[in-house]
């Protein structure tokens, strides 16, 4: 079992920060997580992984 292994709690932030942000995919991806580590599963943590980086890529790519 995965129950209490993952926090719902540390995907929350992200999420609203994305979404402020207009970073849709990072958005959904933290609320994926969010709602998996809820029903205590094994969250999507490569795809939240994933989203990250594509968003730091991105910043990184308009501050140069």
Known sequence: STAGLYRA???HTPKRSAR???AGRGA???EAYEEAARR???PPV???ARAV?????AI???IG
């Open 60 to 62: 990184a790519d308009l």
């Open 28 to 30: 959904a991806a933290a």
């Open 53 to 57: 980086e594509a968003a730091r890529t």
């Open 20 to 22: 402020s942000v207009g």
């Open 40 to 42: 205590g599963e094994t």
């Open 9 to 11: 709690d540390l995907a």
């Open 46 to 48: 490569a795809e939240l």
